[in-house]
């Protein structure tokens, strides 16, 4: 799976990665020759004491670098911009997949989704520059090489015979790195969910003294992360240190065998200059390589992560028509069976405010998810109808112009108070401040109007004011189906009763439908109908005034 999104990244990459290889083939190979010239410039200018050959030495050495350093340079620049751009790449695609309308069923949560995002995919994207590090290894091995065999070949065969075995001896380490190094990302990932969720639920954990319990969980997954990073390091470091002691071996061995053809005569003292300076630098090279098996080993690991979230299966999968002109009936269920829902019929009319008592908070919860479009059709039973078309066969963006499931969880992001309302789709200030005014939640305006600023999560309001805020951006809307879950619970009850009142007369023209999964008294009455969902189906309806005197039951759940 991690080889399928490598290779396509190299290919969309390919402009510059082969600029860059050119360029840092051409700097290793300028750099294998410096040894060379410099034996080269003794065995005729220095050993000859000829100044114009030595001055010409120089001017050759002078340029010899010079196409070094620039080679270098414009060869990083290319292998980073592509590295960076499939890194930028990745980043927004696990962005838009996570953000995708149609869910995902990767089973990773926020904190790992954003581990993938954050680390995976630079982690990935490093295989590019592996590519390009190991392409100039190579040729800086085979212009040495091809040196050495000009000065003698048995030293030329021996380099071109011994590094290939001793690449192939450290390539056996490459599954455990990739297992390691993926399981340390793992670690990590779940370690940064972890954090996430409780930061985000910390002021919860101390208000029910939790915190210790909490702190002792992450630490408990903190020290899993640390042995899994502790074993992945153990195995680098093993390789490394393999790769340092062959080195030390093959360098020892050259420069020996080098030293005895020069006491031999059969090689110049330039040569053995050369001999010795190149296999000094041959060392960096087969060093490089064995970073490369590394660094390809993780970016494997990393890119299987990746493509576990681009090539999971979406957990909707939507329709492809468009929405179907409005109907007198918005919504019709019909025999609804999904979670503990065992049977619901529902119709919400064009312009109707319907007030929702679930007895059991998972019928609630099963309905809102129908509603909001986040179940694919295999998992429950019945028909869902918008606007008389079949859910499942319209488009996810259009089913849900139509239908907007406001949750009751609140989420408010980091910004001024108009970013936040706009985000619902309303676009001008009237509109933004005639939806607050509805939710009544004009004392958020005090400070700074519409510029307030939220910050993350909306921590700068009260609990109150958070669910009045996302109240107004779901009113702001304006979809031609709200609907609404427990949207006043931390609302005292006079301003409560104000946004009932408001609500519906908001609502009322141009008509829009309203459904409130709710307990409260105070939206209930506001209802013109209440339907009693229990035991997964409709079990009464009227009107709450009539619903209290009738049913004992529905009267001790929401009178309070």
Request: glycine letters at 10%; proline letters at 4%.
């Amino acid at each position: 799976m991690g080889d399928g999104l490598l290779r396509p990244a190299l290919r969309r990459q390919r402009g510059r990665l082969t600029a860059g290889v050119a360029f840092l083939c051409l700097h290793q190979a300028a750099e294998a020759m410096v040894p060379v010239t410099i034996g080269v410039v003794i065995d005729r200018a220095v050993a000859t004491s000829d100044t114009g050959a030595l001055l010409l030495s120089l001017a050759g050495l002078v340029v010899l670098f010079t196409v070094l350093s620039l080679a270098w340079r414009f060869g990083a620049r290319f292998s980073t911009a592509a590295k960076e751009h499939e890194a930028h790449l990745a980043r927004v695609r696990i962005a838009e997949r996570a953000l995708d309308p149609c869910g995902q069923k990767s089973g990773l949560r926020d904190g790992e989704l954003l581990s993938v995002a954050a680390s995976d995919a630079d982690r990935s994207a490093r295989a590019i520059r592996t590519v390009g590090a190991a392409a100039a290894a190579c040729t800086a091995l085979l212009v040495s090489a091809a040196a050495l065999v000009m000065v003698d070949p048995g030293l030329g065969v021996g380099v071109l015979v011994g590094v290939p075995l001793v690449l192939m001896g450290l390539q056996r380490l490459a599954p455990l790195l990739t297992r390691r190094s993926e399981a340390q990302q793992a670690s990590l990932a779940e370690t940064s969910a972890l954090a996430v969720d409780l930061v985000a639920g910390l002021r919860v954990l101390r208000g029910i003294g939790a915190q210790h319990h909490a702190a002792g969980r992450f630490a408990a997954a903190s020290r899993g992360a640390l042995t899994d990073t502790l074993r992945a390091a153990t195995t680098k470091g093993l390789h490394l240190g393999l790769t340092s002691t062959v080195n030390g071996l093959l360098l020892a061995a050259v420069t020996g065998a080098a030293g005895w053809l020069a006491l031999n005569g059969r090689i110049t003292v330039g040569e053995l200059v050369a001999v010795v300076g190149l296999a000094q630098f041959i060392a960096e090279p087969v060093q490089t390589l064995g970073w490369c098996v590394q660094s390809l080993a993780t970016a494997r690991a990393s890119a299987r992560r990746v493509a576990r979230i681009l090539h999971t299966a979406p957990a909707v999968r939507p329709g492809t028509e468009s929405a179907p002109p409005p109907a007198g009936e918005r919504i019709v269920l019909s025999d609804l069976r999904y979670g503990t829902l065992t049977g619901l019929n529902l119709r919400i009319s064009a312009g109707e405010t319907v007030g929702i008592v679930a007895y059991d908070p998972r019928d609630a919860e099963a309905l809102l998810a129908v509603l909001a479009g986040t179940v694919p059709r295999e998992d429950y039973r019945g028909t869902v109808r918008i606007d008389g078309a079949p859910a499942e066969s319209l488009r996810l963006t259009q089913s849900r112009r139509v239908v907007l499931v406001e949750p009751h969880d609140v989420a408010l992001f980091e910004g001024t108070l108009r970013e936040n309302l706009a985000a619902g789709g309303a676009g001008d200030d009237g509109t933004l401040l005639a939806a607050i005014r509805v939710a009544a939640a004009e004392d958020v305006l005090h400070h700074n109007g519409l510029d307030q600023v939220l910050t993350e999560r909306g921590a700068n309001l009260s609990g109150g004011q958070r669910q009045r805020v996302a109240l107004a951006r779901a009113v702001a809307a304006a979809p031609p189906v709200l609907v609404l879950h427990e949207p006043t619970t931390a609302v005292d009850a006079v301003t409560e009763a104000l946004i009932a009142e408001r609500l519906t007369e908001a609502r009322r023209e141009p008509p829009q439908a309203t459904v409130m999964v709710t307990s409260s008294p105070a939206l209930l009455r506001a209802a013109g109908r209440v339907l009693v969902l229990d035991d997964g189906r409709i079990r009464a309806e009227g009107s709450h005034d009539d619903l209290v005197s009738a049913e004992p039951t529905y009267r001790e759940a929401v009178l309070r």
